[in-house]
T-cell receptor
Framework: GAVVSQHPSWVICKSGTSVKIECRSLDFQATTMFWYRQFPKQSLMLMATSNEGSKATYEQGVEKDKFLINHASLTLSTLTVTSAHPEDSSFYIC????????????FGPGTRLLVL | DQQVKQNSPSLSVQEGRISILNCDYTNSMFDYFLWYKKYPAEGPTFLIS?????DKNEDGRFTVFLNKSAKHLSLHIVPSQPGDSAVYFCAASEDDKIIFGKGTRLHILP
């Protein structure tokens, strides 16, 4: 089946630093990639949707200057948390989909970010 | 305002019995509903989905029922197995965006 990887799987950083998270579709081309965030005991919240070669579409309330998304190729999307603060600590999950539609979103394993 | 609600944060079921996970939604424009299973520190895994034009979809031990008039769907797992212990997310889609519920933690008891 389709595999999506994320790197790193976990990261600890100091407040004020920037952290980049990579999301890769390993055996298929992803026309669209999604970035989610999950707080403990809460649902997965969609942060942004990105299509290869175009700017990401951010959900309401998500700061696009803080969460930079780049989708440079059909197999790679990156999320950069700029000037991270403790409140950005969370579990970030990406998913990738093909033209087949929403039911074929494949999720990555997630990245746990802890900002000290 | 939660558009997808899973009102039971946890559920315990005896191994071999039926597990029924419930989900309610508010947006009548949702065109697809999905269930995902998630283990700790892992991404969600797709389980089963149902189009809004259907009322039932079955795949092995998993069956999803949709009641559009009540804006309610449920996931039935029968028979329940130890490996089914996980968090189950109900999700609904509109225009290729997926909105998730908060999840229900299912414990399968030996």
């Amino acid at each position: 089946g389709a595999v999506v990887s994320q790197h790193p799987s976990w990261v600890i950083c100091k407040s004020g630093t920037s952290v980049k998270i990579e999301c890769r579709s390993l055996d298929f081309q992803a026309t669209t990639m999604f970035w989610y965030r999950q707080f403990p005991k809460q649902s997965l919240m969609l942060m942004a949707t990105s299509n290869e070669g175009s700017k990401a579409t951010y959900e309401q309330g998500v700061e696009k200057d803080k969460f930079l998304i780049n989708h440079a190729s059909l197999t790679l999307s990156t999320l950069t948390v700029t000037s991270a603060h403790p409140e950005d600590s969370s579990f970030y999950i990406c998913s990738a989909s093909t033209l087949a539609g929403v039911a074929t979103q494949y999720f990555g394993p997630g990245t746990r970010l802890l900002v000290l | 305002d939660q558009q997808v609600k899973q009102n039971s944060p946890s559920l315990s079921v005896q191994e071999g019995r039926i597990s029924i996970l419930n989900c309610d939604y508010t947006n009548s424009m949702f065109d697809y509903f999905l269930w995902y299973k998630k283990y700790p520190a892992e991404g969600p895994t797709f389980l089963i989905s149902i189009s809004s034009i259907k009322d039932k979809n079955e795949d092995g031990r998993f069956t999803v029922f949709l009641n559009k008039s009540a804006k309610h769907l449920s996931l039935h797992i029968v028979p329940s197995q130890p490996g089914d212990s996980a968090v189950y997310f109900c999700a609904a889609s509109e225009d290729d965006k997926i909105i998730f519920g908060k999840g229900t933690r299912l414990h399968i008891l030996p």
